[in-house]
T-cell receptor, first 114, second 116 residues
Framework: DVKVTQSSRYLVKRTGEKVFLECVQD?????MFWYRQDPGLGLRLIYF???????EKGDIPEGYSVSREKKERFSLILESASTNQTSMYLC?????????????FGPGTRLTVL | GNSVTQMEGPVTLSEEAFLTINCTYT??????LFWYVQYPGEGLQLLLK?????DKGSNKGFEATYRKETTSFHLEKGSVQVSDSAVYFC???????????????FGKGTHLIIQP
């Protein structure tokens, strides 16, 4: 079974802090994704990566950056956290065979910015 | 751009009732279509998918047919159980893609509650 793990289930940070959310997958998947999930808005794509050191913007990249130094790890960085970044963050990965790939999701990190 | 529209709910049904959750989409090209499910306290997992027009995806008694003419992918189940209570998301591949990877565009999710 594919396993996608996220470093924390719950995180509380203060406005202006730099925040790192970590995601690791154990099945040698090529592609990794970061989404945020908000009530009434569903999931929205922040960034994704199709290879080490490669990244592409999604629907809402503003205020975020990402890092992929190793194939299995994809980090989401909030350079200066703000209250409107309080949300559930979901990481996902796909094998890399095309648009019909199944996305495998981690359990999510619920981030609260005070 | 791409978009997905689905009823938000909550949708409340009795056990053994027939379920339909409507999903319509707007997209360029020929996206793949998906239903994902999120059980309480868990991450999202794929329920079923279809990759081209007239394909039917099915799993765990759920089905959905890719209807290009009506741009729809409605989820159905003939007899729901209490264990089907969850949030259901309709999604399509794209439009953000690069290097062979496709991000998904999701609907807002439908909260389904099944009462015994």
């Amino acid at each position: 079974d594919v396993k996608v793990t996220q470093s924390s289930r719950y995180l509380v940070k203060r406005t202006g802090e730099k925040v790192f959310l970590e995601c690791v997958q154990d099945m040698d998947h090529e592609n990794m994704f970061w989404y945020r999930q908000d009530p009434g808005l569903g999931l929205r794509l922040i960034y994704f990566s199709y290879d080490v050191k490669m990244k592409e913007k999604g629907d809402i990249p503003e205020g975020y950056s990402v890092s992929r130094e190793k194939k299995e790890r994809f980090s989401l960085i909030l350079e200066s956290a703000s209250t409107n970044q309080t949300s559930m963050y979901l990481c996902a990965s796909t094998l890399g065979t095309g648009g019909a790939d199944t996305q495998y999701f981690g359990p999510g990190t619920r981030l609260t910015v005070l | 751009g791409n978009s997905v529209t689905q009823m938000e709910g909550p949708v409340t049904l009795s056990e053994e009732a027939f379920l339909t959750i409507n999903c319509t989409y707007t997209a360029t090209g020929y996206p793949s279509l998906f239903w994902y499910v999120q059980y309480p306290g868990e991450g999202l997992q794929l329920l079923l998918k279809a990759t081209k027009a007239d394909d039917k995806g099915s799993n765990k008694g759920f089905e959905a047919t890719y209807r290009k003419e009506t741009t729809s992918f409605h989820l159905e189940k003939g007899s729901v159980q209490v264990s089907d209570s969850a949030v259901y998301f309709c999604a399509l591949s794209g439009p953000y893609s690069g290097g062979g990877a496709d991000g998904l565009t999701f609907g807002k999710g439908t909260h389904l509650i099944i009462q015994p």
